[in-house]
């Protein structure tokens, strides 16, 4: 059995509740997102931590970016971030 097995979300208290009903959102910008992975194991875990999930993702590969389109229904902006410079 591996350890991530066997970690429980925590118990509903002020620190994941707004106490009004409604749900956080973990707002997350993938870099490099390729096919979603990160953005399915966030979908996975999150709903037990009574929380919601709003991605925006980057990559420059046009095939990875439409795949994750197809699996998330979200479009990755298609950027080389190797060309992005400080601001």
Request: proline share 5%; with cysteine.
């Amino acid at each position: 059995s591996s350890s991530a097995a066997s970690i429980k979300p925590p118990q509903s208290s002020s620190a994941n509740s707004r106490g009004n009903g409604s749900l956080q959102t973990l707002r997350t910008l993938e870099l490099y997102s390729g096919i979603g992975g990160m953005h399915m194991a966030l979908q996975r875990v999150l709903p037990a931590y009574c929380m919601q999930l709003h991605v925006e993702a980057v990559d420059v590969n046009a095939t990875a970016n439409k795949v994750y389109h197809s699996l998330l229904g979200v479009q990755p902006a298609s950027m080389d971030l190797c060309r992005v410079g400080a601001a």
